[in-house]
């Protein structure tokens, strides 16, 4: 699994665990893989997954791409010989799934067992990325890690109101959006018309989340808010056709208007980032596209979104 060493080494925020036999797996905030968790792993309160009280032994779990298992099924099948780490297969209550493990250490130093393990969720790949460190190691075997795995399931989707609910703001308004995914718990939610996320941006489609470094002066806004317009995904052929102060909900803001290329079948669309700055370092972020021909109908249902967010 070479083309997935970079991710595995970063996922230093892993976790381990000894065989349980609870009926129900847990889902952790925001995302659609879960597991059952082995005796003495917690919720997490800093990272999506479960750790020991002693933070030890951490588990990490996320969503890739879809297509993130299907290189890897791929690479097994066909070329095993060109992967860093030749992964095994196990059955999981979402299907077959495929994990490493190996010896290695953490960002300290310190010697720990690394497992990592993807699974197909259909529009998703699920991942698994459990550290032992030596003393925890008699606990938290391969075989208590490879029961855990084993538990492994997916659901079809996130409770929309689980998902709100993580966000630093709140959402009262969603514009008769079709589709509310969360791309980063508590950080990034999307909401979309097009349920296909190979083609999102056929139709509109918004991102809100937030930003923690955001300048205080107003003179360094504008700077700030072309960079990051500039630093937006997917666009080709980008160019800033408007972009200049506003006040946001009765606070500072900054309005920049992009038209662009996206997507493999070049769409022509049409986007707008909406920063609005609180205290300090803070910002919200928005970030609102549709194809070109549907701008005019689109951008209304864009500020209402963004005219509906509230703080908590």
Aim: hydrophobic content about 40%; glycine content about 8%.
């Amino acid at each position: 699994m070479r083309h997935l060493a970079p991710l595995f080494a970063l996922t230093v925020f892993l976790a381990a665990s000894t065989p349980v036999h609870a009926a129900d797996p847990v889902y952790p905030a925001g995302v659609r893989i879960g597991i059952t968790p082995s005796v003495g792993l917690e919720p997490s309160k800093t990272f999506t997954g479960f750790q020991t009280s002693d933070q030890g032994v951490k588990m990490l779990m996320t969503e890739l791409p879809a297509s993130a298992f299907t290189e890897v099924e791929t690479a097994f099948k066909t070329n095993p010989a060109s992967m860093a780490l030749k992964p095994e297969t196990i059955e999981t209550g979402a299907g077959q799934a495929f994990y490493t493990v190996e010896p290695t250490k953490d960002a300290a130093g310190t010697p720990v067992r690394r497992y990592s393990m993807i699974v197909n969720g259909g529009t998703f790949s699920g991942y698994v990325a459990v550290q032992v460190p030596e003393n925890a190691q008699k606990i938290y075997t391969d075989d208590a890690v490879r029961q855990m795995f084993a538990s492994v399931t997916v659901r079809k989707d996130v409770p929309l109101a689980e998902q709100l609910g993580l966000m630093p703001f709140k959402i009262v308004e969603l514009s008769n959006f079709k589709t509310i995914r969360t791309l980063a718990p508590g950080a990034a939610i999307m909401l979309a018309d097009s349920a296909d996320e190979n083609a999102i941006e056929k139709s509109p489609f918004m991102i809100l989340g937030s930003v923690g470094s955001a300048p205080e002066k107003a003179d360094d806004r504008g700077r700030f808010a072309q960079q990051a317009a500039g630093m937006i995904p997917g666009l080709r052929e980008a160019r800033i056709t408007l972009s200049e102060p506003q006040r946001i909900d009765g606070m500072p803001g900054y309005e920049t208007r992009i038209d662009a290329i996206s997507g493999k079948d070049g769409t022509p669309v049409s986007v707008v980032q909406w920063l609005r700055f609180g205290s300090g370092k803070t910002a919200m972020r928005i970030i609102a596209s549709a194809p070109r021909d549907d701008w005019s109908k689109a951008f209304p249902r864009f500020r209402a979104v963004r005219d509906g967010i509230e703080p908590r």
